[in-house]
């Protein structure tokens, strides 16, 4: 019997961390809003794979009027730190043993680039799934990305389980049958998992 998988998102799930949070509050805001508010579609089209990290931050300096050596290095610097629970992803290591272990995540190249190494993301899953990579997101085609990994795998679809804070992310994996672990303010990635270990 093939083991069941364990998706788990990155962003609002593993880690509550922004990309350019070090830049000064005026800079980042204005980050904030020109890149994720008024250029959504190029904020999307990036974690879609279409732009790299130095286009975007290429933009960016020219945006904010500031030299991008400057900007480049502090989106960086904040990619390599981002913090993660090294007690989660040890209870996630362990979890191996049950389940085929994917971070799944709607992410930028500068992901995969800085924080998958910096951070050993590596070391704790079995597979890391980037939209950048994949070019899609976790509920486009009805949850394609997660249905080919259940497939790629043969995983018991019913025993599979996504943790996510993302509502959509839930309802797509339970339209495909598994089991979604909402992340909320009150129940966090270390509630489900302490849930899954006592099933
Ligand atoms: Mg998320």
Redesign the pocket.
């Known amino acids: 019997m093939n083991k069941p998988i364990l998706f788990v998102?990155?962003?609002?799930?593993l880690c509550h961390d922004r990309f350019w949070r070090s830049l000064p509050e005026e800079q980042y805001k204005k980050v904030q809003v020109r890149l994720f508010e008024e250029e959504k579609s190029y904020a999307e089209e990036w974690m879609k794979g279409k732009h790299t990290a130095e286009e975007v931050n290429q933009f960016l300096a020219e945006q904010l009027g500031i030299p991008f050596e400057e900007i480049w290095e502090i989106f960086v610097k904040d990619a390599e730190t981002m913090n993660v629970s090294k007690d989660v992803l040890e209870t996630i290591r362990k979890l191996q043993e049950r389940y085929t272990t994917i971070l799944v995540?709607?992410n930028m190249d500068s992901f995969s680039r800085f924080t998958v190494s910096a951070l050993k993301l590596k070391d704790y899953f079995d597979h890391i799934s980037n939209s950048y990579y994949e070019g899609k997101f976790k509920s486009d085609n009805e949850g394609e990305v997660f249905r080919d990994y259940i497939q790629k795998y043969s995983a018991p679809v019913d025993r599979s389980i996504l943790i996510?804070?993302?509502t959509g992310?839930c309802k797509t994996f339970r339209a495909l049958g598994g089991i979604a672990y909402q992340?909320t303010t009150e129940e966090d990635i270390s509630h489900h998992l302490a849930q899954l270990n006592k099933s």
């Open positions: 998102d990155f962003d609002g799930t995540t709607v996510d804070d993302s992310a992340v």
